[in-house]
């Protein structure tokens, strides 16, 4: 297909107060101007971060979400990096990169 996104760790135990990195790498089969990304945790939070992003431009770290303090993502083509900060037992869960081409 077009677009391909690939998620590491595929599972990761922390101890509360660490920093967390998920990645998200994309490949695309041609070239694009923009990706939408969005980082989505389940347990009904939904969308914590999303941002347009133009795949051959980084993106310094930004903070995501008002309502996620903290919470930031870096953009470093191909790949994406959400942050979290001091996480508790309460950000347990699963997180999804997903990833939206925009033509």
């Known amino acids: 297909g077009a677009l391909r996104v690939i998620q590491d760790p595929d ?6 107060g660490d920093t967390v990195a998920l990645g ?11 990706l939408r990304m969005e980082w989505l945790r389940d347990g009904g939070l939904g969308v914590l971060c999303a941002n347009r992003l133009s795949f ?8 995501c979400a008002r309502r996620v303090p903290g919470v930031q993502l870096a953009w470093q083509p191909p790949r994406a990096t959400l942050s979290l900060p ?8 699963r997180y999804l990169c997903r990833v939206t081409l925009e033509i």
């Open 24 to 34: 998200c790498r994309v490949e695309v089969a041609e070239s694009v101007a923009l």
């Open 11 to 16: 599972e990761l135990q922390v101890t509360a």
């Open 56 to 63: 051959v431009t980084p993106l310094s770290p930004s903070f």
């Open 86 to 93: 001091q996480v508790r037992g309460n950000d347990s869960g």
